[in-house]
């Protein structure tokens, strides 16, 4: 079956950087998209982009573009968000999810992650 | 960027009521909506993709309708695994956006 497992929870002080993992197993892991999804204490979901892992390429959201990176490993089917910069209100459960079609970047997610607690505290 | 308003904001309903939550964009996103089921300390779960179409393993008392700007996710008979946080999320343009979610909670 399609899991993705993320790393473990991260403390980081402002300023800082901090990278996620997600390694996927269960699925052809280059013929989909992984999304990144945030949501901080209590609230909502934000979408923070995507990596197409088939070919490469990337879309953020406007507000983080400046501050976040996606990439993948293919030879460990695992895929990496890095966020530099931190501030308190990047305090957030980060979640990785994997497309619902293949070969596309137009579709929902239908498996998620774990999720990975990144706290940014001085 | 695509707003979706998600109403009511919490839903007091007991087991075994029907539960209709409304999820309303700001501009068309003809067919490419979803609803996720999040419950506490846990990841979210994927029940209705296109509108209307149910995940793998959801069962048939969710249903989705609506196309456009207008959507409903409808529970017929609650059961206790659903009571749950639910959120709209739409896929037809970039960003993605979600709904703020709907909280269906034991009355």
């Known amino acids: 079956q399609v899991q993705l497992v993320q790393s473990g929870a991260e403390v980081r002080e402002p300023g800082a950087s901090v990278r996620v993992s997600c390694k996927a197993s269960g699925y052809s892991f280059t013929t989909y998209v992984i999304t990144w999804v945030r949501q901080a204490p209590g609230q909502g979901l934000e979408w923070m982009g995507w990596?197409?892992?088939?070919?490469?390429?990337?879309n953020y959201a406007q507000k983080l573009q400046d501050r976040v990176t996606m990439t993948t490993d293919t030879s460990t089917s695992t895929a990496y968000m890095e966020m530099r910069s931190l501030r308190a209100d990047d305090t957030a459960v980060y979640y990785c999810?994997?497309?619902?079609?293949?070969?596309?970047?137009?579709?929902?997610?239908?498996?998620w992650g774990q999720g990975t607690l990144v706290t940014v505290s001085s | 960027e695509i707003v979706l308003t998600q109403s009511p904001g919490t839903l007091s309903l007991s087991s075994g009521e029907r539960a209709t939550l409304s999820c309303r964009a700001s501009q068309s996103v003809m067919k490419f909506l979803a609803w996720y089921q999040q419950k506490p300390g846990q990841a979210p779960r994927l029940v209705i993709y296109?509108?209307?179409s149910r995940a793998t393993g959801i069962p048939d008392r969710f249903s989705g309708s609506g196309s456009g700007t207008d959507f409903t996710l409808t529970i017929s008979k609650l059961q206790p695994e659903d009571f749950a946080v639910y959120f709209c999320?739409?896929?037809?343009?970039?960003?993605?956006?979600f709904g703020q979610g709907t909280k269906v909670e034991v009355k």
């Open positions: 999320q739409q896929y037809s343009s970039s960003p993605r956006t």
């Open positions: 296109d509108a209307s």
């Open positions: 999810a994997r497309g619902h079609i293949s070969y596309t970047t137009s579709s929902c997610f239908d498996s």
């Open positions: 990596i197409s892992v088939y070919n490469g390429n990337t």
